[in-house]
């Protein structure tokens, strides 16, 4: 990982079961090709996402995070995704506030019928962060590799 | 004609009297002289003879509903773990309240810290409160030994001068942002009642970084926590926290670390803030207690203009209404989503 | 002795719910699917109304838990061909034709469909767009297995000439030999869910079907609209390919058609389709849009769907009360142009690019054979007949029928009468349940709660499907430096019976306590290897999968470094989730087999009887003093058939029957417990232990008022429908001597207060009507009404009453028909917007056709089992598509009135509905809960409640100290109050935060 020039982001993706994830599988039964710098975290329900898993995440050097899941009024437990869309908004804007870049993190709605879109969303995802490059901010490792 | 506090005063020490003598309260949550020029400490008083002490000056800064839950505890009979729950009402507590405490003890009510039925809040209209920090930063060098507080104005004494200042200019500035400074919750009234101020734009503070580029705000945030010491006493001052681990000391996973290094640092406060989501109730006293001076709640303030544009909730303005985090409506904006997408090619398989 | 399997009919939603239902219910299912694939028209389906859910998304886990099953024998490509016997006792002969893919041996890998050079239609898009000849019917199939089309495969039709699928096969699935197969199938009842087919408009000329591009079927347009249809969601005219800006819908196309189609009957399900797409159409359009929609009446009378109609008119769809003329070639762009009459008899032109047909429903050709065959009547349109009072039942006993077969319905009444058949057959063989039926047994899980992890890691090659992108081995020699990981190994598939036994002895040779599987997806693959752990000694929860095929080398093709090194990062991820997993308990909840039935009218006795008849003890609970309910008021249905010589034989039926104590002017006062055991406590002080209940408690006609009064309460020449039906009963002689009768429609119903069509008044109104001149011939009969719903087959009624001179005029909102009283004389004034001029009648009998209403006890009722009511205070399902009579409170179900305005025979069958899923718990001794649970540490909990107000389920509380404790019963695993909690006290069992961020900072490492 040491030559930037060959830099490719590691983005975690966490997807919910029943609606996201099924989205990233039918992309794969239809052959949609995406950037391979995903690494999907299954989870049950967006709602099962919390502002310190993501922002853990980001500790730990993830370059882009993507939560997805079922489109509001589709999710499998009644409402996870009704609360998770609360907290979501709250945590994008104060990321945001405090000058994390837009599009380190990033959140969607991909139903289980959404294939291709789920490959778009990983498109405009990978891509957004490569233009911003390695995430530095709030970023753990890096400060560590830094000050050695 | 004694000045507005010093009248509230009187009226604090005549209620909290009648009270303790009528058995009505346990104990009386208020506030006693500090040790210091511009210094009050929370005081609690439990017999009607120590009414005496309490005071109200333009220096109660630290949010009383923090010790709320522990002056409830305090006067309850001892039980252990194993106990049955004790019968019949438990003793109440009454407790000084402005604006923001009073919404920060209605959170309590919604959180189940507190019981609305063991509380008596007796409501003050606050008039804002004076950031001892701004009055020492006007005399620079200079040893205050007194602060005389008249309505709208304070004479500043030192060994060799004593000079008087406007009152509301060294009001801490989430007063001066403060829109409610009369309490949401009042079972007995202490003084006139505090209007509603009409603030054109209560966010100012938090607008002026929005203006600045990304670059800027990230430049603001790590220079504005980078000399925070982990002390905790914005946490340890904030009724909002009060739980019995901290996620800073969470272990599995590690969600923070414990060094002083910019990016656990950076983490602690923006979680803390977080956590404070829909709850805080701008009381400032996060600020006020920070030995290092670090404008923290500004991340808060942040939040709550948030939660006011997109879900109309104020915290802790209505007792039976649930928690902007515990409820939702189907058109909750969702700005946040992705939209661009980026079309995909369709793979071509053959001629790999 | 009966017998205890049951022969199902048709693999759409109803017959994969009736299945579904038997199976879990201890009967041996035998479900005959005449297509590659279950999952029928809603597959299809790109969203469904009034929620616009995605169709694929919510019957894709119901197609997966029936191909699962391990009590559903699934028959695809099979026809019923013979039935005899008895009921208990049928001999069934079941024809499967060939599909030449082992299903056994198909990994679903699609290189066989790739390879196939022969194009083909592609009948699930409806024509649009082609596939193969080798072929999955759509994505989500299920079973998910291949086949060969023989009518258009080149080595079937000439043998030795093509054979590439047999060639790339890696699998050595391909059997071009495999011949026609025929099964005897001894059953005790059978269940028929055939299905319905559109209507075909080729022969309307008017249309341009088949000759204009641009004109098309709903069903077609639904395609179009698809994500997973030929245009991926980019909505598309067929000509050009451009995106049409202007779309009209034309209703009614093959329904209500005498003269042109020979339906009479309505449709009854297009005009909602109509609208759902026209609503979804506006979403997929950039920029401006227009859509309208031509129609004779809007019917938009189930639940939800008013309102959705509302929302589409604000959304700026346009209506047009009209029927089309003509559709004709605007000019040479594609674009159409429409004639029509317009309301006032104006001849008006309208350009569009796109027209949609909406057709309507009908029976299958081979639907009518079989029918013949099993000597069933069928009604005049050919649908299969059914009985007023048992819904579901056809004239030969036990053969029942659910679905659009009997008549055009919507997805929840076919899903309520898919459980409504399954309770009928399964009254029948109630006495053989369970004997079918198998159950599998597995050793003694090993305790592993002290051991160091050992896990084992197994990397599959998927044929070529992984391999050929990704470094399979390289993956499995990185796994082997992982922490923990003590054995790792390729494997050529995986899923394969040969290594799926090798993976047994594996886990008990090595020692192994958790495992990893590096392959397909776990939504698909999952079950499998659980299944292995535990046939191996292991708990099934001590494993994960790494998903390098779905979501690697599927999708990264080109790429195939970068793929092995994510797949070695997914491998460790999986690895380090699985590392801090532990065994988790197969959690049941035991059950108390009885029921509470709350609510003594006809659905809450037709519950109570129905779950008494499959043996259950039940306690019937009724405020009034009598039983019967609304239905005692309600003279008859459209069918003629007169309500209370029914309802007398069913009280006394329900009385008499040894199961069922019926409680009388008897309240709820407390309702203790979750599902399979309830403690409810009565207003006399009693309580009652049960394992479900059924709420039942029926609605309330609302009383006249305001605007709506026309002098009802004043004027005793002023009557409700249900006042006029007790005059009926009543046999009152006064009514032979009315002269002139106006009936007022939509009376408090489809207003802003009570935005919701009542359902069940025009059917009614024009049946009192038809009763009118039946009494009298020469009466005059005025209807004034809005849109008139006389749904499915009660549209026959409505032209009756045409044709006996009843005179329809229309009214809306803004020109409210006026009622007076002048002379000692009735005066009713409207406007007749046809000859655009007021009319003024002098009735001596004036009829409103008032709105049905909620019992304002249902909140309150509701309250008490934690379940839902939607704004108007009807109760509120779990599932308005889906689980129709189910609540999200598990082991409490609902039916009739309080659920939505609907008419007895629909009542009937989702009391049934309500009956047969209540009686699934109660087959069982315990019934299984999830697993997957959230879990409290006490010493961390703040109390404050966060996780119990974001818990759907009811299943967080605070305890008396203050403190968060789950009810695992009842615990979905969703992890709402994890991420909720910020103290980090609630954990999910192995979905914990510890799990979850081990698996991410994994992917770093």
């Known amino acids: 990982m040491s030559e930037t020039n060959n830099w490719e982001p590691k983005i975690i993706a966490f997807l919910c079961n029943w609606c996201s994830y099924a989205g990233a599988d039918l992309a794969g039964v239809s052959r949609f090709q995406y950037p391979p710098n995903i690494r999907i975290v299954k989870v049950p329900c967006s709602g099962r996402v919390s502002e310190n898993m993501i922002m853990s995440a980001l500790k730990s050097g993830a370059d882009g995070i993507l939560v997805s899941g079922c489109h509001p009024g589709d ?55 490569k233009a911003l490059g390695p995430a530095s901010r709030l970023v753990k490792q890096l400060d560590a590799v830094q000050a050695a | 004609m004694p000045t507005i506090n010093k009248r509230i005063s009187e009226e604090i020490r005549a209620q909290a009297r009648k009270l303790l003598e009528e058995g009505e309260v346990a104990a009386v949550l208020g506030y006693g002289a500090g040790s210091l020029p511009m210094t009050v400490k929370p005081l609690v008083v439990r017999r009607p003879e120590d009414c005496s002490k309490l005071i109200w000056s333009a220096f109660c800064v630290l949010n009383l509903a923090n010790y709320l839950p522990a002056a409830l505890k305090s006067v309850e009979p001892p039980r252990g773990p194993r106990d049955p729950k004790h019968e019949g009402p438990l003793p109440k507590v009454a407790i000084l309240a402005t604006g923001c405490w009073s919404r920060n003890i209605v959170v309590q009510i919604q959180e189940h810290q507190v019981a609305r039925g063991r509380v008596v809040v007796m409501g003050v209209g606050s008039r804002g409160m004076v950031s001892r920090r701004k009055v020492e930063a006007l005399f620079p060098g200079l040893e205050i030994l007194a602060v005389e507080e008249g309505d709208h104005e304070l004479v500043v004494r030192g060994a060799d001068f004593a000079e008087t200042i406007n009152r509301w200019s060294v009001v801490r500035d989430n007063c001066q942002s403060c829109t409610h400074p009369d309490p949401v919750l009042v079972d007995l009234r202490i003084g006139e009642p505090v209007s509603e101020r009409k603030n054109p734009n209560p966010f100012k503070q938090v607008e002026e970084i929005e203006q600045q580029s990304g670059d800027e705000r990230w430049a603001w945030f790590t220079r504005e926590f980078s000399t925070c010491i982990r002390c905790y006493a914005c946490r340890n001052a904030c009724p909002l926290c009060y739980c019995p681990t901290c996620f800073v000391d969470d272990a599995k996973p590690q969600w923070v670390g414990k060094s002083l290094d910019a990016v656990d640092t950076g983490l602690f406060h923006v979680l803390r803030a977080y956590h404070c989501a829909g709850r805080c109730t701008d009381c400032g006293t996060c600020e006020t207690v920070c030995p290092m001076g670090i404008n923290m709640r500004l991340l808060t303030k942040k939040l709550n203009k948030d939660v006011l544009n997109l879900y109309n909730i104020e915290a802790g303005m209505e007792p039976d209404s649930p928690l902007p985090l515990t409820t939702y409506t189907m058109d909750d904006p969702e700005k946040f989503i992705i939209t661009e997408l980026t079309p995909v090619p369709r793979a071509v398989k053959e001629g790999k | 002795m009966s017998n205890g399997s049951v022969l199902v009919v048709g693999g759409g939603i109803a017959g994969v719910q009736a299945a579904l239902d038997l199976a879990n219910s201890g009967f041996l299912v035998h479900l005959v699917e005449r297509t590659t694939a279950i999952g029928g028209k809603m597959s299809q389906l790109d969203k469904t109304f009034p929620t616009n859910d995605c169709s694929a998304c919510i019957l894709s886990p119901k197609l997966v838990e029936c191909g699962r099953h391990f009590n559903i024998n699934l028959l695809t490509l099979a026809d019923l061909i013979a039935l005899e016997g008895e009921p208990g006792s049928f001999k069934a002969v079941v024809r499967q034709r060939p599909r030449y893919i082992d299903p056994e041996k198909c990994i679903a890998c699609g290189l066989c469909a790739e390879k196939c050079p022969k194009k083909v239609s592609n009948d699930f898009n409806m024509g649009i767009g082609e596939r193969k000849a080798a072929y999955l019917s759509y994505p989500q199939a299920v079973p998910l297995k291949y086949a060969l089309d023989p009518e258009h495969c080149i080595w079937i039709n000439k043998p030795g000439r093509c054979g590439l699928c047999a060639k790339v096969c890696q699998a050595g699935a391909i059997n071009f030999d495999e011949t026609a197969r025929e099964y005897i199938l001894e059953v005790g009842s059978v269940v028929l869910a055939p299905g319905f087919s559109r209507f075909d408009p080729s022969p309307l000329d008017f249309t341009g079907y088949g000759r204009l591009p641009n004109v098309v079927t709903s069903m077609e347009f639904e395609r179009l609209l698809s994500p997973s249809g030929p245009c991926m969601g980019h909505l598309e005219r067929p000509s050009d390919g451009q995106e049409p800006k202007r779309i009209a819908w034309l209703q009614c196309i093959g329904s209500r058609d005498i003269n042109r189609v020979g339906h009479p009957y309505c449709s009854s399900i297009c005009c909602m389709f109509a609208l759902k797409q026209a609503v979804i159409a506006k979403e997929h359009a950039h920029g401006e849009f227009e859509s309208s929609i031509f129609y004779m009446d809007m019917r938009t009378h189930g639940k939800g769907f008013e309102n959705y109609y509302n929302r589409a008119k604000e959304d700026g769809v346009r209506f047009h009360r009209a029927r089309v003329h003509s559709v004709i070639p605007a000019d040479d762009s594609g674009s159409l142009q429409l004639r029509y009459v317009d309301e006032l008899g104006k001849v008006n032109f309208a350009e569009f690019d796109m027209v949609v047909l909406s057709t309507g429903l009908q029976v299958y050709r081979h639907t009518v054979k079989l029918a013949e065959m099993l000597g069933l009547e069928l009604d005049a349109d050919n649908f299969i007949k059914t009985d007023s009072f048992n819904p579901v039942a056809t004239s030969r006993p036990g053969i029942y029928v659910c679905g659009a077969a009997s008549e055009p319905k919507d997805i929840p009444q076919s899903v309520m009468e898919a459980s409504a058949a399954a309770a009928e057959a399964g009254r029948i063989m109630a006495p053989a349940r369970w004997t079918e039926t198998s159950k599998k047994v597995y050793p003694a899980e090993m305790n592993i709660h002290a051991q160091a992890p050992r896990i084992g890691v197994f990397v599959c090659h998927c044929g070529i499907n992984i391999s050929s992108v990704v470094d399979v081995e390289a993956v499995a020699a990185h796994a082997k430096n992982l922490d923990g990981v003590v054995f790792s190994q390729c494997n050529l598939f995986t899923c394969s019976q040969d290594t799926i036994n090798q993976m047994v002895s594996i886990i008990k040779e090595q020692g192994l306590n958790r495992v990893v599987v590096a392959s397909c997806s776990p939504r698909t693959h999952e079950p499998l290897f659980q299944e292995t752990l535990r046939d191996a000694g292991l708990n099934k929860f001590l494993f994960e999968m790494a998903n390098i095929r779905d979501q690697n080398s599927w999708v990264h093709q080109l790429e195939p470094e970068k793929a092995t090194a994510k797949a070695k990062d997914l491998v460790a991820m999986a690895v380090a989730r699985v590392r801090s997993e532990g065994a988790l308990p197969y959690n049941t909840v035991p059950v108390t087999k009885s029921a509470l039935v709350i609510g003594g009218g006809v659905t809450g006795m037709t519950a109570a009887l129905s779950m008494a008849e499959q043996n259950y003890p039940v306690i019937l609970v009724e405020q009034s003093e009598c039983l019967g309910g609304n239905g005692r008021k309600v003279y008859r249905n459209w069918k003629g058939d007169t309500f209370l010589p029914f309802i007398n034989e069913l009280t006394a039926r329900v009385t008499t029957h040894p199961q069922i104590s019926v409680k009388y002017n ?128 009660r549209e026959r009624l409505y032209q009756e009453a045409r044709a006996k001179g009843i005179i329809f005029v229309c009214y809306d909102l803004d020109h409210l028909p006026h009622v007076s009283e002048r002379d000692g004389r009735l005066l009713v004034h409207a406007h007749d917007p046809i000859i655009d001029a007021n009319i003024s009648i002098h009735p001596d009998l004036l009829v409103l056709a008032t709105a049905i209403q909620p019992r304002e006890q249902t909140g309150s009722l509701s309250k008490f089992f934690k379940c839902a009511v939607d704004s108007q205070g009807f109760l509120l399902e779990a599932h308005m598509k889906l689980r129709p009579v189910d609540f999200a409170t598990e082991g409490v179900f609902l039916a009739g009135l309080c659920h939505y ?46 996780c119990v107000e974001v818990c759907a389920y009811h299943a967080v509380s605070l305890d008396e100290n203050g403190i968060s404790v789950v009810t695992t019963s009842m615990c979905k695993g969703c992890g709402a109050c994890v991420a909720g909690c910020r103290s980090d006290a609630v954990s999910l069992k192995n979905i914990g935060n510890e799990q979850i961020m081990a698996a991410v900072d994994a992917a770093f490492m």
């Open chain 1, 75 to 129: 999710c499998h437990y009644i409402s996870g995704n009704y609360f998770a869309k609360r907290r979501f908004a709250l945590l994008s804007n104060l990321l945001d506030f405090i000058g994390i870049e837009p599009g380190r993190v990033s959140f969607s709605w991909v139903s289980a019928s959404e294939g291709e879109q789920f490959a778009e969303v990983v498109h405009s995802v990978t891509e957004r962060v």
């Open chain 3, 901 to 946: 305005p609907k008419p007895m025979e629909e009542a009937i069958a989702q009391a049934k509905a309500a009956a047969a899923r209540a009686a699934i718990i109660l087959a069982y001794d315990a019934v299984p809960a999830e697993s997957v649970t959230a879990v409290v540490t006490p010493a961390k909990c703040t109390g404050c409640g966060l």
């Open chain 3, 666 to 793: 008897t309240e709820i006062s407390e309702v203790t417990g979750s599902v399979g055991k309830f403690i409810t406590t009565f207003s006399d002080g009693h309580s009652f232990e049960h394992g479900v209940a059924v709420i039942a408690v029926g609605g309330q006609a609302y009383q006249p008022e305001e605007e709506w009064q026309f002098l009802h309460g004043i004027d005793h020449r002023v009557q409700t429908l249900l006042e006029l039906d007790q005059r009926f009963m009543e046999e009152d002689a006064g009514l032979k001597e009315v002269k002139q009768a106006v009936f007022i429609h939509c009376v408090g119903s489809r207003i802003p207060e009570r935005p919701y069509c009542s359902r069940v008044c025009c059917t009614h109104a024009i049946d009192s009507a038809v009763k009118l001149k039946e009494l009298n011939p020469e009466m005059d009969i005025y209807m004034l009404y809005r849109d008139i719903r006389t749904y499915g087959q």
